[in-house]
């Protein structure tokens, strides 16, 4: 959890990976419930439907952004995370051991 000025980002997986019982899927699902972008929809459908299934399978990790004064959501950011896929063909065996390592 990060605080900046009057905000605070809080990664959902927070909410998902927690053992309090004020937290957990089906709270974060009724907290989400209350956003609205009426200016797109895709926006807010992502968030509300898509978001934790998402951070669930590792395909993305969801931060919300709130309020301090009073825990309001204010806004959201998602990081895709997507696999780097490289050819070997072109390195020397060095290399690809080397990068080998990596993955």
Do not use: W
């Amino acid at each position: 959890m990060q605080q900046v000025n009057n905000f605070i980002v809080l990664n959902i997986r927070d909410y998902l990976e927690n053992d309090d019982g004020r937290l957990g899927e089906d709270k974060l699902l009724q907290f989400l419930s209350g956003f609205s972008c009426p200016l797109n929809k895709d926006v807010e459908r992502f968030l509300k439907q898509q978001s934790v299934e998402f951070a669930k399978k590792q395909q993305a990790v969801t931060y919300l952004v709130l309020s301090l004064e009073d825990a309001e959501l204010l806004g959201y950011f998602s990081i895709t995370i997507k696999p780097l896929v490289v050819r070997a063909e072109p390195f020397s065996n060095a290399v690809k051991r080397q990068l080998k390592h990596l993955s």
